[in-house]
């Protein structure tokens, strides 16, 4: 049977203790430990997503599983083990704070909403969340990825897989998707402040580096927007923040294969920093909702070695949004513009 068998009533939600309306926080993903072990089904799930590796599938599974699966698990595991909490991947304890006080700050203004984190790749899985949802009688979805610039390779991947989940059910939720929020006020104005408040604490550095996550170049020529809400994000950021072009600069991160990416890359620009003898670097990750390996290990570690090495001589990396009280503030005003006309309010 294709789909799934339903009872002939959907449950009614009692609306003082199961909202009837819910928002799925859906980020990229993590490893369950940092072990090879734990590490290379994950990859194997996220590099076979068409949208993350437009290689023919034939070629890719080649190389896929004949080289980097065999190769790349143990040192991404070591990594991962070099940022790990003591409650696990920072990426999913972030994301599943936020997905916590985002639920506290809709209810104080008087929506009654269901909150849960749901990862694209790895667990809590986007499909077993739904199917928790509708199990308790939700009606309504909000997908609202935590991806503040659009990118097939992100956003689209996230709507594939809710797709990939309504085919086999019967009876659908209304759903709604958060397609990005990269030029929202109340995002900049989040990012601003954190900024604002390192350098409150620890001074103020010759350059601000804001470092965003790369994607193949080809994906900008196809059409993709991500390129583009990317500099919009770090223009509207540094005009928030009254920072002259000559101390901002921009630039992405996080490379693999060898296809051109966008450029210019973060490592080579903290090397060009370090080369030319900038005495100190700010670094932010406007893309980056939560702290997770791409900021902690690539840019924290990895990239403050490059800028030392290249003779740099101070690195103070600022850190992401994570549970910061002004970011889940723009998080809910974002959810709710989203959530307008459907009943939220506790009763409705």
Known sequence: MRFRPEPLAPPAPNT???????ILWCNLGSPEAPTAAAVRPFL???LSDPRVVEIPKAIWWLILHGIILRTRPARSAAKYAAIWMAEGSPLKVWSAKQ????????????????????????????GARLDELKAE??????????????????TASVIDAVHAWSRSIRRLPELRFVNGYHDDPAYI????????????????????????????????L??????????????LLAERLQLPPAHVRVSFQSRFGKAKWLEPSTDATLRGF?????GRVDVICPGFTSDCLETLEEINMEGRDAFIQ???????????LNDDPAWIAALAEIAQQHLAGWPTRAGS
Request: net charge positive; proline share 6%.
């Open 44 to 46: 194997a799930q996220f």
């Open 310 to 320: 290249a003779g740099g001589k101070a690195f103070h990396y600022i850190p992401c």
């Open 222 to 235: 196809l059409g993709d927007p991500y390129a583009a809400q990317c500099q919009e994000t770090a223009r």
């Open 189 to 220: 104005d989040a990012l601003a402040r954190s900024v604002q408040r390192h350098w409150q604490q620890h001074g103020r550095g010759e350059m601000l580096l804001m470092s965003f996550h790369g994607v193949p170049e080809r994906t900008a």
């Open 16 to 22: 003082l203790s199961a909202p009837s309306t819910a």
């Open 274 to 278: 370090g080369a030319q003898g900038l």
């Open 137 to 154: 009688g939700v009606q309504r979805v909000l997908v609202l990825p935590a991806y503040p610039q659009y990118s097939g390779t992100t």
């Open 99 to 126: 997905a916590l006080l985002l639920r506290g700050f809709l209810g104080e203004r008087g929506h009654s909403v269901r909150v849960l984190d749901a990862m694209r790749y790895g667990q809590p899985a986007i």
